[in-house]
């Protein structure tokens, strides 16, 4: 998460930033001039925090927004699930993440515990209210991520949302979540879920030189699409956040290509919903990610696009 954080951004990318004036004749990203140089953002890093911890760096960070900032909260913790038999709240009913399993006080009896206890350190998607009257670019990743998927906002917000579950072959493999690795370096993460322990330098560079031709056509795209919400046309200014969605959206088509992944549950979501047929459905997309599985002789594994079945 945080070497993610941490890059330099790169020439290739640098040239593309989203500006709502671009040069005539132009679209915002083929517009090549740059008016400012985004340095490293300032971060925090909290490891297992309690409610209140967290909740007291939320706001200091909330209050250290510049005007024109954006505040990036990025989440990976288990799952706790709510009561989603009784939805009439769903920022609280459908649960959230456990940012840390710490008691407080005594706990109630067996008997009473399940109807009673709940965890004192859920982050609910309620609880994340206070913080989008400024816009948040939110990313979880966790066994209940779909809880978030129906935050309401204030402001501008963006839900970037991992898959729920992970085939048991690849999830032996893992050192880490599959999510947080295609967002941090994509080909890599591609190679675990395709089962590559080892690829020779030579092999990577070129698969790499896809993967950067994979960046490039989407962020095309994403300048290009009618339908795309405007939540989204906030935050493609920021070197580090349009990295992250265009990773987001390569992760989106190598897991409903694969095989080994079936269902919904399976697939990362956003909120706002992304495009489908302009982007994350992309004829031109699909055909990337299958010549790379090609080049890493991998293509058995990845469904021909006609042959997904999304809602399966």
């Not at 407080?104 to 009473?112: C, F, H, M, N, R």
């Not at 050192?175 to 295609?182: C, H, R, V």
């Not at 992760?251 to 979501?269: D, E, Q, R, W």
Request: some cysteine; hydrophobic content about 35%; charged content about 20%.
């Amino acid at each position: 998460m945080l070497q993610t954080l941490e890059r330099e951004p790169q020439d290739d990318l640098s040239n593309q930033i989203y500006d709502n004036s671009p040069a005539p004749g132009k679209t915002p990203f083929e517009n090549g001039e740059r008016t400012n140089k985004r340095d490293n953002p300032h971060k925090y890093l909290l490891y297992k925090p309690t409610y209140g911890q967290l909740n007291t760096f939320l706001a200091s960070a909330f209050k250290e927004l510049p005007p024109n900032g954006a505040m990036l909260l990025y989440i990976s913790a288990d799952g706790c699930l709510g009561n989603q038999k009784h939805t009439d709240d769903a920022a609280y009913d459908l649960g959230g993440v456990i940012t840390n399993s710490r008691r407080e006080g005594e706990e109630p009896s067996k008997a009473k515990k399940t109807e009673l206890y709940k965890e004192i350190h859920c982050l609910h998607p309620g609880d994340l209210y206070p913080y989008t009257r400024k816009p948040l670019f939110l990313i979880i990743d966790s066994s209940n991520s779909s809880a978030f998927q129906l935050l309401t906002c204030l402001a501008t917000v963006v839900c970037l949302l991992s898959p729920e579950q992970i085939p048991a072959t690849v999830d032996q493999q893992l050192k880490g979540n599959l999510f947080t690795l295609f967002l941090h370096c994509p080909l890599m993460a591609m190679c675990c879920v395709c089962n590559i322990a080892d690829v020779p330098i030579t092999l990577w560079d070129k698969c790499q030189t896809q993967m950067d031709k994979f960046v490039a056509d989407a962020s095309k795209l994403f300048s290009r699409a009618r339908k795309l919400d405007h939540a989204y046309v906030q935050f493609l200014g920021d070197d580090f956040l349009r990295l992250l969605l265009l990773r987001f959206v390569f992760c989106y088509i190598v897991l409903i290509l694969h095989k080994g992944f079936k269902g919904p549950s399976y697939y990362p979501a956003s909120h706002p919903a992304l495009p489908t047929d302009e982007i994350l459905e992309h004829p031109a997309l699909y055909k990337l990610v299958l010549d790379l599985a090609t080049s890493l002789e991998v293509r058995s594994l990845f469904a021909e696009p006609g042959d997904v079945d999304i809602s399966a």
